[in-house]
């Protein structure tokens, strides 16, 4: 589905991805991990082009997205759905209107359908009965919910989600994590999750890749990482201080 190939990236001088290659597989889950400040959140960015690289390709079915402009642009990233790291609801709109959005904006699809889709994705994260309520009113796990509702409502191929456990609770992390399983399996989405919680998301992952000093160390399934030899990648999942990554 994705395949991003010798990705390079600077800000101001300082070289955050240092030659990232990485195959996202079609249908699965893959988790990006690693330190904060190593550049995952960049490297999404980069999958949907909301940054153009250095250096590099990334193509998402064959199409190297990098050149791409306007309209063909457009084209790609329709195939996205984003669960940004705050859940980014609006929050003036209740929690239907934040679901309808996408599809009020992007698609001609008539009221009563739109009604019937975020009506479908609401139910699927566990919020049927919440659609005339405003974020204000509902918990974080709640919001992180209706953030998934409103990604997947357009009915995307693929859905990023950066850091979506931001801030909760380990029960909630838990079911969020449990939540995008069931969804993955549901809706039949690529996915691919930058995440923190190790080794947690190593149990809806069918793919794990470690990013570090800018780029890919390892990846493989979550039991092969877990039994990685690679000290670094030992050392983060343990989370001890010893080790070839030092402490900032």
Same mark, same amino acid.
Do not use: C, W
């Given at each position: 589905?994705?395949?991003?190939?010798?990705?390079?990236?600077?800000?101001?001088?300082?070289?955050?991805?240092?030659?990232?290659?990485?195959?996202?597989?079609?249908?699965?889950?893959? @988790?990006? $991990?690693?330190?904060?400040?190593?550049?995952?959140?960049?490297?999404?960015?980069?999958?949907?082009?909301?940054?153009?690289?250095?250096?590099?390709?990334?193509?998402? +079915?064959?199409?190297?997205?990098?050149?791409?402009?306007?309209?063909?642009?457009?084209?790609?990233?329709?195939?996205?759905?984003?669960?940004?790291?705050?859940?980014?609801?609006?929050?003036?709109?209740?929690?239907?209107?934040?679901?309808?959005?996408?599809?009020?904006?992007?698609?001609?699809?008539?009221?009563?359908?739109?009604?019937?889709?975020?009506?479908?994705?609401?139910?699927?994260?566990?919020?049927?009965?919440?659609?005339? &309520?405003?974020?204000?009113?509902?918990?974080?796990?709640?919001? &992180?919910?209706?953030?998934?509702?409103?990604?997947?409502?357009? +009915?995307?191929? $693929?859905?990023?989600?950066?850091?979506?456990?931001?801030?909760?609770?380990?029960?909630?992390?838990?079911? $969020?994590?449990?939540? $995008? /399983?069931?969804?993955?399996?549901?809706?039949?989405?690529?996915?691919?999750?930058?995440?923190?919680?190790?080794?947690?998301?190593?149990?809806? @992952?069918?793919?794990? @890749?470690?990013?570090?000093?800018?780029?890919?160390? @390892?990846?493989?399934?979550?039991?092969?990482?877990?039994?990685?030899?690679?000290?670094?990648?030992?050392?983060?999942?343990?989370?001890? /201080?010893?080790?070839?990554?030092?402490?900032?």
């Amino acid at each position: 589905m994705i395949e991003v190939r010798d990705l390079y990236k600077a800000f101001d001088g300082q070289q955050v991805l240092r030659g990232v290659s990485l195959t996202i597989s079609q249908g699965r889950i893959t @988790a990006i $991990i690693g330190r904060s400040g190593t550049g995952k959140s960049v490297l999404l960015k980069h999958l949907i082009r909301l940054l153009r690289p250095d250096r590099g390709q990334v193509l998402v +079915d064959g199409v190297d997205v990098v050149p791409l402009r306007g309209r063909a642009l457009d084209r790609v990233r329709a195939k996205f759905g984003v669960l940004f790291q705050g859940g980014a609801l609006f929050d003036s709109l209740t929690v239907f209107e934040n679901v309808a959005f996408p599809l009020r904006e992007k698609t001609p699809l008539p009221e009563p359908e739109v009604a019937h889709r975020v009506g479908e994705r609401l139910e699927a994260v566990g919020l049927a009965d919440m659609g005339h &309520k405003f974020p204000a009113e509902i918990s974080g796990g709640m919001r &992180k919910r209706v953030a998934l509702a409103r990604a997947l409502v357009t +009915d995307p191929q $693929i859905v990023l989600f950066d850091e979506p456990t931001t801030g909760l609770d380990p029960i909630m992390l838990n079911a $969020i994590h449990h939540l $995008i /399983a069931d969804t993955q399996r549901r809706f039949g989405f690529t996915g691919v999750v930058v995440s923190h919680d190790v080794p947690d998301v190593f149990e809806i @992952a069918h793919q794990v @890749a470690m990013l570090h000093e800018g780029t890919i160390v @390892a990846a493989g399934p979550p039991d092969q990482m877990l039994r990685s030899d690679d000290p670094r990648v030992h050392q983060f999942i343990t989370g001890r /201080a010893e080790g070839p990554i030092r402490p900032s």
